[in-house]
């Protein structure tokens, strides 16, 4: 099971900044933990997040161990144009997720 | 003059009578009026994080929880939906009214076993294990719907014993600590016990994402976690004691609103 919130203002004026929310579920095991039987968990992470606006990346980052589960990201950007903003994350043992949001640019 | 020496006495036992009376049965006690949810205790950051939909974390088990309400399994093919419809109206309140009396238990039951008996009996499918994904996902998406509304537990005769029995744990010293509930819930909330905030343990949010757990859990499992903090062995999911304490919590938080799925430290 994967699943995301994502939060992008429906509506902004041109050049007006917008903050963008997003929250994924994922346990983020580090890989350097054991199980109770002393083989090594191994690791499951979301490796990188990709945010693109109209096609064109506007925020990335890249995931390593240590970071909490379920990471939350917020970061802003201009509203340009209307159009989609995309997310993507990738991870460990083929994870990938999509989701979009639209947005509507008003003068 | 002599008669009445012995009636002086007897009004002094009554009033003494009743100054026992009342601190048996309200020994420490909060005042209605001074009960706080435990989000008044937590820093201003953990509160930010529950009021935003997009940062709680528990709001992932609800949209979850919101799939697997539609989805129709088990051998009679059914869906939760299917039977409730939508959620939205059918289930508005719900969770304030739980742990509620069965009729064919005998005895009050919570939100969980609820969700079991409704997959066992009506979907004819296997009932979720405790703390599964699923099952907090179901409950949390269904407490959900119960935001705001205030806690209503139904007290009549046939609940009375298992509250009573309930609050008889919670004032029960147990444990290698020798300590009861109610002498850190009742008598020192919002002192500190290491780094934290003791709070008034009312059960306004369950299922919680716990950032100690960093997931979301169950009110049993929180209790479950307590009594392992005094030193007492846990009473297993799904107990009697654990269940009639869970009635006790959410008769002693009668009226405060459900802020599920409420985020804790």
């Known amino acids: ?107 | 003059m002599p008669a009445a020496r012995p009636r002086r006495l007897g009004l002094v036992g009554a009033v003494l009578a009743a100054i026992a009376w009342a601190t048996t049965t309200w020994a420490g006690d909060i005042p209605l009026a001074e009960r706080r949810s435990s989000y008044d205790f937590m820093s201003r950051e953990t509160r930010a994080m529950q009021d935003d939909d997009t940062a709680n974390p528990g709001l992932l088990w609800v949209l979850e929880g919101e799939g697997l309400w539609k989805r129709a399994l088990g051998d009679a093919g059914r869906a939760c939906s299917d039977c409730h419809g939508d959620a939205r109206a059918s289930m508005r309140g719900v969770a304030a009214r739980y742990p509620a009396f069965d009729p064919a238990e005998g005895r009050p039951i919570d939100l969980e076993q609820r969700i079991n008996r409704c997959r066992t009996d009506r979907q004819r499918a296997t009932p979720l294990p405790w703390e599964s994904r699923e099952l907090l996902a179901l409950t949390a998406y269904v407490a959900h719907q119960s935001r705001g509304a205030p806690i209503a537990v139904s007290i009549d005769p046939r609940t009375q014993p298992f509250l009573d029995a309930g609050r008889a744990i919670w004032d029960r010293r147990q444990g290698q600590l020798n300590l009861s509930c109610s002498q850190c819930h009742d008598d020192l909330y919002g002192r500190k016990l290491a780094g934290n905030v003791i709070p008034q343990a009312h059960p306004t949010g369950y299922p919680i994402y716990r950032l100690e757990w960093q997931t979301l859990g169950s009110l049993e499992r929180r209790l479950r976690n307590c009594l392992t903090g005094i030193r007492a062995e846990p009473y297993p999911y799904g107990s009697p004691e654990l269940v009639d304490l869970e009635l006790y919590l959410m008769w002693r938080a009668r009226g405060m609103p459900i802020e599920t799925p409420a985020v804790r430290p």
Request: charged share 20%.
């Open chain 1, 1 to 107: 099971m994967a699943s995301a919130l994502v939060n992008v203002p429906a509506r902004a004026r041109r050049g007006e900044i917008v903050e963008i929310k997003t929250l994924i579920s994922h346990p983020m095991e580090t890989g350097y933990r054991r199980s109770q039987l002393g083989t090594a968990i191994p690791r499951d992470i979301i490796r990188r997040f990709v945010c693109t606006y109209n096609g064109v990346e506007i925020f990335s980052a890249d995931l390593h161990p240590a970071i909490a589960a379920n990471p939350f990201f917020v970061f802003s950007t201009v509203a340009t144009e209307s159009g989609t903003i995309q997310f993507q994350w990738t991870g460990d043992s083929g994870f990938s997720v999509s989701e979009s949001a639209p947005i509507t640019v008003v003068d």
